[in-house]
């Protein structure tokens, strides 16, 4: 009776180790075809702080789109978020688009207001409702900055934290 009992425990063993790593490598390779196809910017939207659908192709096309994913109560996207405000004028040739999976609108809106970024004229805030990011850029490190030049190719993908030079060199070699 106890060489069955410990034959079943192993083959349960066995079948969770297997279930574990196919999913692991399932996710993996999921995530390196969404990082592939993220070498062109990628026809996704996400929802504006009025609710409204915002598809990241309609914005102008002559300038970099530089896309940060965040969340307010990250210590590291509040101080990229700082930096951005203070240097907004540095940021003046390209279109910022910060991304939040945050589902409280008044977390993000005061995130907004505590590091002005209300008076960046060139910054969109918008809200991945439907946790799309992670499926469409291959990862959803917080926080992450995606660097497209105006053809929508990715030129720099930087993950975690940020110096705003590195985004502002990026931005002006287009």
Not at 95 to 106: C, E, G, N
Request: charged share 25%; glycine share 4%; with cysteine.
């Amino acid at each position: 009776m106890s060489k069955v009992f410990k034959f079943v425990i192993i083959g349960l063993l066995l079948l969770v180790v297997g279930y574990l790593i196919y999913n692991v490598t399932t996710g993996y390779k999921k995530s390196k075809i969404a990082e592939q196809k993220a070498q062109t910017l990628p026809n996704v939207q996400f929802t504006s702080l009025e609710g409204v659908l915002v598809n990241l192709q309609n914005y102008d096309k002559t300038i970099p789109l530089v896309i940060i994913y965040f969340h307010p109560e990250c210590e590291h996207c509040q101080y990229e978020a700082g930096e951005i405000g203070q240097n907004a004028a540095a940021f003046k040739n390209c279109q910022l688009v910060m991304v939040t999976a945050d589902d409280s609108l008044k977390r993000i809106k005061q995130f907004c207001k505590n590091y002005h970024l209300w008076e960046v004229d060139n910054l969109e805030v918008l809200q991945d409702k439907k946790y799309l990011f992670k499926k469409t850029f291959g990862k959803a490190v917080v926080p992450s900055v995606y660097i497209y030049n105006s053809e929508r190719k990715l030129k720099k993908r930087f993950l975690g934290e940020t110096k705003p030079e590195a985004i502002i060199n990026e931005i002006r070699v287009n």
